[in-house]
């Protein structure tokens, strides 16, 4: 690139971006990138589908093509969102950009000048550990978090002392999750030290009209799930729903599983017509693997479209027992009971086990300090702790999303924790909770086990 092209380019990222990389930014990546240019800090909360990966790669191939000697750092909270997304995107722009394809080398870590390999980068390093931004020093240093909201604060502690430079720039993103932390700062009680940018999927050229008509007809625009999901707002304080949404949103992600060892089925039989019949299942009960979703009352057919489900896993994990716990309130006593026999009949690798969601009440575990009035209590209380402890990894289903972080809990007289009913959430417009219940029900573990010929518990 000649010199004089670069001496504009340096202040100028749009340009850069459409006469090298041959795209035609939003006016939103316009605002952002502009502003990028300017001003040392910048921090952009945004719905889905707006383009920020897209922004993102743009932002790296402008600094590194533009500067002397950068170091450009980049982080995000999961291996997927930075490997599979930004720097997938990345690798994009170089492919269709001549010059960028003859001057730099992309890796699946790293991207250099040729010949500068120790001096001249960009660097890929996800947020999962405290020194992921430490070392950064140069007179060219930028840092991108993308996700921000899911980037523990222990790991943006190093990055203000990498700013001390004039040339270094921190440029922010991410969707909105959470209502405490360094990206939620830096758009509230910190927002004077950043230029900030929100950007409204609903206003967004990039995203489907039909997306925000279903996030609203499903949920709500006033629900949290519309507000993060779409308008690229924080969450309402809602500390009457038992799981948040912040909590949920940090689980969906890609993971690995080396070897499988359990396969557990939940079953949540539908009662009325609107409502749903789903069969969750969980490996190594910590990975939701798939959500069947029927939408008919017929027990009979229920009952073989998950013979097929177990048929199917026993061919894919051979001497694998499934163990499939159903719901038995209602219609699906019946399921139940046919189910015990087709086993039987055709010699298949399962086991049904009885579950009741208005059984007894208790804890989670001994140590846990929560008592619950009910089993519900329990299951959804199980499904909390494994989030919790990061022990649970989910599908990135909006209405599973809705149904877990839109049931409330009240404290009863005598101190235990009631989750709210079905039909108090029906009579406030909420979806009833099939899918959420069925994972529930994968989940929970009976206290005592029984013989296999007849496992159950309540």
Request: hydrophobic fraction near 40%; charge should be negative; aromatic fraction near 8%.
């Amino acid at each position: 690139m000649k010199s004089e092209a670069l001496a504009f380019y340096i202040d100028h990222p749009v340009e850069f971006a459409q006469d090298i990389l041959k795209v035609n930014p939003t006016k939103e990546q316009v605002n952002v990138m502009n502003d990028v240019a300017k001003y040392s800090l910048v921090s952009v909360k945004s719905g889905h589908g707006v383009g920020k990966s897209a922004l993102e790669s743009w932002i790296i191939w402008w600094y590194i093509s533009t500067r002397p000697y950068p170091k450009i750092m980049c982080t995000a909270p999961t291996k997927h969102q930075l490997h599979d997304i930004l720097w997938a995107e990345a690798s994009k722009w170089k492919r269709n950009s001549k010059a960028l394809d003859n001057d730099f080398e992309w890796t699946s870590e790293k991207i250099y000048l040729k010949g500068s390999q120790e001096e001249w980068f960009a660097i890929a390093r996800t947020s999962n550990k405290p020194d992921a931004l430490q070392g950064t020093h140069a007179e060219h240093v930028l840092i991108i978090i993308d996700e921000a909201s899911g980037v523990p604060d222990i790991v943006f502690e190093p990055v203000l002392g990498s700013m001390s430079t004039k040339d270094a720039k921190l440029l922010m993103c991410g969707n909105p999750t959470g209502l405490s932390g360094f990206f939620y700062e830096s758009h509230t009680k910190l927002r004077n030290m950043y230029k900030t940018h929100t950007i409204d999927g609903s206003k967004s050229e990039m995203v489907d009209p039909n997306y925000v008509k279903q996030i609203i007809e499903m949920f709500g625009k006033e629900s949290d799930v519309y507000r993060v999901r779409v308008a690229g707002e924080f969450p309402k304080a809602n500390p009457d729903s038992f799981i948040s949404l912040s909590l949920v949103e940090e689980r969906l992600q890609e993971t690995e599983l080396k070897t499988i060892n359990s396969i557990s089925l939940g079953v949540d039989v539908a009662r009325f017509g609107d409502d749903e019949s789903v069969v969750c299942t969980i490996l190594n009960h910590r990975k939701l693997a798939k959500l069947d979703v029927f939408k008919h009352n017929d027990t009979m057919k229920l009952t073989g479209q998950l013979v097929n489900i177990i048929q199917n896993l026993n061919v894919t994990y051979p001497y694998i027992y499934v163990k499939v716990k159903i719901d038995c309130d209602g219609l699906g006593v019946g399921v139940f009971d046919r189910l015990k026999e087709i086993i039987i009949e055709k010699n298949l690798l399962a086991i049904a086990v009885e579950c009741h969601f208005g059984g007894k009440g208790g804890k989670v575990s001994y140590d846990d300090p929560i008592e619950y009035k009910n089993s519900t209590g329990i299951m959804w209380g199980t499904i909390r702790n494994k989030l919790l402890n990061q022990n649970l990894f989910l599908l990135n289903d909006d209405e599973l999303i809705s149904q877990l972080t839109n049931r409330k809990y009240f404290i009863e007289s005598d101190g235990t924790i009631r989750l709210e009913r079905k039909e108090e959430m029906k009579k406030r417009g909420v979806h009833s909770p099939d899918r959420a219940d069925a994972l529930a029900l994968a989940l929970y573990e009976p206290v005592k086990t029984m013989e296999m010929s007849e496992v159950s518990f309540i």
